[in-house]
Nanobody, 127 residues
Framework: VQLVESGGGSVQTGGSLRLSCKVS????????MGWFRQSPGKEREGVAS???????SYSYSAKGRFTISRDEGQNTLFLQMNNLDPDDSAMYYC??????????????????????WGQGTQVTVSS
């Protein structure tokens, strides 16, 4: 199983980015997929998750600004991030096969069973 993130970069406050996670060896509609992020010195935390039935869940900071979605044909997961803030600066990771699923967005990754991770993509938001 391979997960490859892309789309990170540097933006100013209020800007937008769209992260992508191309998955091979695992059908993204067969299980739960999610996005996590980690800043230096902090735990890796949930941002958003999407179940195999396309139910979604978001962290409190992401709700209303971020949207998780997927393209079954491309076997790719996305995270559209709008109205970005410097507090959103972090390494963002794609994950597959999360258990539990929808509560993963509200927890530290340490509390979730996550068999597959991507390598991460850096997001930097400047004021």
């Amino acid at each position: 199983v391979q997960l490859v993130e892309s789309g990170g970069g540097s933006v100013q406050t209020g800007g937008s980015l769209r992260l992508s996670c191309k998955v091979s060896g695992y059908r993204i509609t067969s299980g739960c997929m999610g996005w996590f992020r980690q800043s230096p010195g902090k735990e890796r935390e949930g941002v958003a998750s999407i179940s195999k039935d396309a139910d979604t869940s978001y962290s409190y900071s992401a709700k209303g600004r971020f949207t998780i979605s997927r393209d079954e044909g491309q076997n790719t997961l996305f995270l559209q991030m709008n109205n970005l803030d410097p507090d959103d600066s972090a390494m963002y990771y794609c994950a597959a096969g999360l258990r539990p699923c929808l509560s993963a967005a509200l927890q530290s990754a340490n509390h979730i069973n996550i068999p597959h991770w991507g390598q991460g993509t850096q997001v930097t938001v400047s004021s």
